[in-house]
């Protein structure tokens, strides 16, 4: 899905949850993130689970295409939290 938007004028934008450049970035805002979503996630997938890797927050722009993939399983759980979105409504 990655390489496809990087051809797509509104590809989506990474903000990394490690920048140090951001206020309160790093492993304080890791562990906030993955203790709140912990439970959720295990229950969901079934199995017990442990932290591996986090990446970031993308900002999808109007345009941009999740493409359907498969992660390496069993090794990866994945999942996508929308914290906000602004739609044309009907």
Known sequence: FWEKNQLNKNKPL?????D??????GTT????????AHDTIQEW??????P???YGIRVY?????????????PLV??????VAQDVDED
């Open 45 to 50: 997938t079934g199995e017990d689970i442990s």
């Open 14 to 18: 990474m903000v990394s949850v490690d």
């Open 20 to 25: 140090k450049g951001l206020s309160g970035s």
């Open 77 to 82: 759980a994945c999942a996508m939290v929308n």
């Open 61 to 73: 722009k109007n345009g941009a295409v999740v493409v359907p993939h498969v992660d390496r399983l």
């Open 29 to 36: 805002l890791k562990k906030s993130i993955w203790d709140a």
């Open 52 to 54: 591996t890797s986090m």
